[in-house]
């Protein structure tokens, strides 16, 4: 059932609606982004959760919509951007379907609504194909402004559900502290995985929303924006290869992975996030970047490399001689690799500065790569999923058993008084080496590998936040201590001045 | 060359393969973690890593990989040795993924000898 008032009318703006729905494919499109701008006025603790639950939908018809508008722009990698954008979107909703924070309950409504809307617009559009010589009047209009349109409402319902989820993260530490105050049944208090549910929530909605935010910033100029977007990049291997990779990870993290595809995955992440400080150095070097951002950003980068290969090296421990990769995930990971030795290294090793410069065009392969760094977030939180959720994991039982009893110890240090003496292997088990389902300590230490993850990466995206002026709100968000009193205050997103969208107004 | 229809002979040389690439690649990850963040070892680590993963998804199943570890601790030489053993994996009409695996093992071989790799 979906939760929020009907029809709120304070901006009287949006196009009036009859029993028999007349608007047009525009005005649909108008009314959308008005409710997206809508969220962050209505941006309550109550409906960040129904807003969440909404998301996956919402993404859904808008990449429906996005399909069969017109001659879809080519983005500067060659990849459908909205791919990425739902690729992110089901993996938050597969991660709610599954039981996490919020999980089930009421749907939002003005987030339904501009699912029905835009679901509506492509009804109207299907007909004509987009590939149709003759479109529909409606999406005649230059293709840039429809998908940027769409693209913009994504934009602005992230922003939104983010302050929500600010707004509830404020709300229910207020209410954890004043609970202890006053000596409240623990039961009627807020606890303190929720709060940290709700903040790793912000963290994957910033990063939707600066992927969108991407899109948008790189479109070419419009009679209505000339000055708010850079020309658009050349299409690069690299940038092509990154994108493609993200949507693959996704969808093989999605399908019951092998633990070698999770070992795979974390390698990838660890060989783009070193070859995103090489060129991110070199381009200090070469004056595109302050050398005080390059000194806070390395470390942080180095911090997010070594976790990701401490990741790796764990889900390795759960491979067995038997294990296959997924082969799409093979062929993503191969270009990958491929296009980073061929931009980034010599015969040596890395190349050296002059070489990159040479070969890229470092500003925008360090724009890239950044953006693929905040794209690797919500990767890590798929990880962190699926050691979480993973029914089928199993591992052999030597080193498992080891691993197991090493992280049972922490954790007893810790106050776990659950695995106080509790052995988790059999000898037979042991003596034949027998692949066995993953104990529970083990889980929990994948489970905070991920999180290690997690935490250095938002790290690294926020030190980054400089090297481009437009994200460093989103970025500054990102940080921990930013979790707490986000507030709709500090937004700036405008209302359109046309309806000819492009860039992004805030 | 289909998984389905490969002959034991075969199958054993490319398990052989699948055992000399994830052993290589494992040693090179040990460099990679000595050599600690950054180490542009972990193109070749990976590389290998996907030469691996290649060759056992030619093999169907049934085929166990398990046997005994390759000798030898320089993974140059190992990457050598799944060469030579590729190059006798020689089945009429073989397809176009064990050409692509032998391409891309021969560069291997040539970055393991590089600085990258040794």
Known sequence: ?506 | MSRQHMDADTAETLAGVVRLLRRAAELVWAAVDADGAGSPRQVLGWGIDLAADLARNLLPDAILVDGPMPVGNEPAGLLRSAEQLLRRVTTPGAGTRLHALQAQVADLVKDANTGVGG
């Open chain 1, 1 to 506: 059932m979906p939760c929020r008032r009907r029809w709120p009318t304070w901006l009287r703006m949006r196009t009036p609606v009859s029993a028999a729905d007349h608007r047009t494919v525009g005005e649909l499109l108008a009314d959308s982004d008005a409710l997206a701008r809508e969220t962050l006025l209505d941006a309550t603790p109550d409906h960040a959760p129904a807003m969440v639950r909404s998301w996956n939908q919402l993404v859904g018809s808008a990449a429906e919509l996005w399909a069969v508008l017109p001659s879809a722009p080519d983005s500067p990698s060659g990849l459908d951007p909205m791919e990425r954008l739902r690729a992110v979107g089901e993996a938050i909703g597969r991660s709610v379907t599954a039981g996490h924070w919020p999980g089930q309950g009421p749907t939002d409504e003005h987030l339904t609504q501009i699912a029905d809307n835009l679901t509506r617009a492509r009804h109207l559009v299907e007909p004509h194909g987009r590939h149709s010589q003759q479109a529909a009047p409606e999406t005649q209009r230059d293709s840039h402004d429809l998908h940027g349109q769409l693209m913009h409402t994504l934009y602005v319902a992230a922003h939104g559900t983010a302050v929500a989820l600010g707004a509830r993260v404020t709300d229910l530490q207020h209410r954890l502290v004043t609970g202890e105050r006053r000596r409240q049944p623990l039961a009627e208090r807020p606890t303190a995985l929720e709060i940290t549910a709700a903040q790793d929530m912000i963290a994957r909605f910033d990063g939707f929303e600066r992927l969108a935010g991407a899109y948008l910033f790189g479109l070419p100029s419009t009679s209505a924006n000339p000055d708010q977007v850079r020309q658009a990049a050349p299409a690069t291997r690299l940038e092509t290869a990154l994108a493609a990779w993200e949507v693959q990870a996704h969808r093989t993290l999605a399908n019951y992975p092998d633990p070698a595809d999770l070992v795979r995955v974390a390698r990838v992440q660890a060989l783009i996030t070193s070859t995103t400080s090489i060129l991110t150095e070199a381009a200090a070097r070469r004056g595109h970047i302050d050398l005080e951002v390059i000194q806070r950003l390395a470390p942080a980068l180095e911090a997010s490399q070594t976790a990701w290969s401490r990741t790796a090296k764990r889900w390795g421990e759960l491979t067995s001689p038997a294990s296959r990769t997924d082969p799409a995930l093979v062929g993503a990971a191969s270009e990958v690799r491929a296009a980073i030795a061929a931009a980034a290294t010599n015969q040596t090793g890395w190349a050296t500065v002059k070489e990159l410069a040479t070969r890229l065009h470092l500003p925008d392969a360090v724009k890239t790569l950044h953006l693929s760094v905040v794209a690797s977030i919500d990767i890590a939180y798929v990880v962190r999923d699926t050691a979480a959720d993973h029914s089928g994991l199993t591992a052999p039982a030597r080193i498992i058993g080891m691993r197991a009893q090493g992280e049972a110890e922490i954790a007893i240090e810790q106050g776990e008084t659950r695995y106080e003496g509790v052995t988790w292997t059999t000898r037979g088990q042991i003596a034949a080496n027998q692949l066995i389902p993953l104990p529970e300590p083990a889980r929990r230490g994948l489970i905070n590998l991920a999180d290690d993850v997690i935490t250095t990466t938002n790290q690294a995206v926020a030190a980054a936040a400089q090297l481009h002026p437009s994200h460093v709100k989103a970025a500054n968000r990102s940080a921990p201590e930013a979790h707490r009193g986000r507030s709709v205050e500090g937004l700036q997103i405008g209302r359109p001045h046309d309806p000819r969208l492009g860039g992004p107004r805030r």
